[in-house]
């Protein structure tokens, strides 16, 4: 992780940040789809330095059965940072930070989800970041959408997730570690960009009025391009699977 002198700027003369980007530049993101066989859906992303991988399992029998819900499926999230994730190793326990996410990555995703066809049963959702570079929140949010989708679990919208803050006194999207720790806010949002529905909005810092309205329309601009990102991981993962299963099925009749 990089650290910061007591002097240093995070935005230079030309107004580009300690990575090189503009202020309205998103890191550069990668996805991946099914990686993990034993689960339902899986998917993984980088973001910056930033990789984390997130498994789905259900919708499945719940345990203990008492959490059960009569009317809908039960939407359970675990969000967890690896010891080695961080520079300082961090203790394997859970911790408070993290069970907070947890509830809140599961609230943001559970407004995408139709829950109410599956009840009485479980949907668990596993996060698990490998390595943390500022922003894992949203970038968890939007590998899990994805890792639902590739569960086949029905969704109303896939759901991205950005930040946007203060850094230098400047509205920048989507903060790395070292802005998120030294930046004067961070505004994380999480977007279900087809209705426009925003399911999650946090801000840790303060903004004027003007600001806050700048930065949500960044971070939403951030949440629109991540979802196409994610449109673009389902097609390359779905339409190779199809044109496969094109060809066996076409050997087959031949």
Same mark, same amino acid.
Not at 36 to 63: C, D, F, W
Not at 188 to 195: G, K
Not at 209 to 224: I, N, P, R, S, V
């Given at each position: =992780?990089?650290?910061?002198?007591?002097?240093?700027?995070?935005?230079?003369?030309?107004?580009?940040?300690?990575?090189?980007?503009?202020? !309205?530049? #998103?890191?550069?993101?990668?996805?991946?789809?099914?990686?993990?066989? *034993?689960?339902?859906?899986? +998917? $993984?992303?980088?973001?910056? /330095?930033?990789?984390?991988?997130?498994?789905? $399992?259900?919708?499945?029998e719940t345990?203990?059965?008492?959490?059960?819900?009569?009317? *809908?499926? #039960?939407?359970?999230?675990? $969000?967890? =940072?690896?010891?080695?994730?961080?520079?300082?190793?961090?203790?394997?326990?859970?911790?408070?930070?993290?069970?907070?996410?947890?509830?809140?990555?599961? !609230?943001?995703?559970? +407004?995408?989800?139709?829950?109410?066809?599956?009840?009485?049963?479980?949907?668990?959702?596993?996060?698990?970041?490998?390595?943390?570079?500022?922003?894992?929140?949203? +970038?968890?949010?939007?590998?899990?959408?994805?890792?639902?989708?590739?569960?086949?679990?029905?969704?109303?919208?896939?759901?991205?997730?950005?930040?946007?803050?203060?850094?230098?006194?400047?509205?920048?999207? !989507?903060?790395?570690?070292?802005?998120? *720790?030294?930046?004067?806010?961070?505004?994380?949002?999480?977007? =279900?960009?087809?209705?426009?529905?925003?399911?999650?909005?946090?801000?840790?810092?303060?903004?004027?009025? /003007?600001?806050?309205?700048?930065?949500?329309?960044?971070?939403?601009?951030?949440c629109h391009?991540?979802? !196409?990102l994610q449109?673009?991981?389902?097609?390359?993962? $779905?339409?190779?699977?199809?044109?496969? #299963?094109?060809?066996?099925?076409?050997?087959?009749?031949?």
């Amino acid at each position: =992780m990089e650290k910061k002198n007591k002097d240093q700027k995070l935005i230079d003369k030309k107004g580009l940040r300690v990575d090189g980007r503009k202020t !309205d530049e #998103l890191r550069p993101i990668k996805f991946e789809i099914g990686l993990l066989n *034993k689960a339902n859906g899986s +998917a $993984y992303i980088e973001q910056g /330095k930033n990789k984390i991988i997130a498994a789905v $399992y259900g919708p499945r029998e719940t345990h203990p059965r008492h959490r059960a819900l009569r009317d *809908k499926a #039960l939407l359970r999230c675990r $969000y967890h =940072m690896a010891p080695f994730s961080v520079e300082e190793r961090k203790r394997p326990a859970p911790s408070r930070r993290e069970i907070e996410l947890s509830k809140v990555i599961g !609230d943001a995703l559970e +407004a995408a989800v139709f829950v109410e066809l599956y009840p009485r049963t479980s949907i668990d959702v596993f996060i698990e970041v490998l390595q943390s570079d500022g922003g894992s929140r949203g +970038a968890s949010i939007s590998a899990a959408s994805l890792a639902l989708a590739d569960a086949g679990i029905p969704l109303r919208d896939l759901v991205a997730a950005c930040a946007a803050g203060k850094v230098d006194g400047q509205i920048v999207l !989507d903060l790395n570690d070292i802005e998120d *720790k030294f930046g004067e806010a961070d505004l994380p949002v999480a977007l =279900m960009p087809q209705s426009g529905s925003v399911s999650l909005l946090q801000m840790d810092g303060n903004l004027s009025q /003007k600001e806050f309205e700048k930065a949500f329309k960044l971070a939403l601009d951030g949440c629109h391009q991540i979802h !196409d990102l994610q449109k673009r991981a389902l097609r390359d993962k $779905y339409s190779v699977k199809n044109e496969v #299963l094109e060809d066996l099925k076409g050997q087959k009749e031949g």
